[in-house]
């Protein structure tokens, strides 16, 4: 396994744990805000549709390696902008929900984790890309 797959594992697991570690500190009539049906779902469509583009990404540059840049750059937009706006609604709703902000500041410290870690993945990827063709 490569280096930028590493790093972008380790930035979901990182994620994760910050995320727990804030979750175990709210008081226990808070903890059901969070894990309320609209926030979850949320989640659970983000992680999904990430991987869903990381597989893509992989797969489109493997058979078409002579496009990297195209395709690098349309899906670093896709990604980053997938993240900016399931971020904000899931922040919408968490305030709607009456999240404490501690929490709601954990969170975002955990989606910036895996934002940066996606973004790695794709410049490094990149590069290694680059590096395997020029050979």
């Keep these: 396994m490569d280096y930028s797959f590493f790093i972008l594992i380790i930035s979901i697991f990182a994620s994760r744990f910050i995320q727990l570690n ?15 049906k609209n926030i979850m779902q949320l989640s659970q469509v983000s992680m999904v549709i990430t991987i869903v583009l990381i597989v893509a990404f992989y797969l489109l540059v493997s058979k078409y390696p002579d496009k990297l840049t195209a395709i690098a750059a349309t899906f670093f937009v896709a990604l980053i902008a997938q993240r900016v706006i399931v971020y904000l609604f899931t922040r919408k709703r968490m305030t709607d929900n009456g999240v404490p902000s501690a929490y ?32």
């Design 104 to 135: 709601t500041n954990k969170y975002f410290l955990s989606w910036l984790v895996t934002t940066v870690g996606v973004a790695l993945f794709i410049v490094l990827f990149m590069q290694q890309f680059n590096h395997a063709l020029a050979k």
């Design 22 to 36: 804030a979750f175990r500190t709210l008081k226990d009539e808070d903890k059901g805000k969070v894990l309320s």
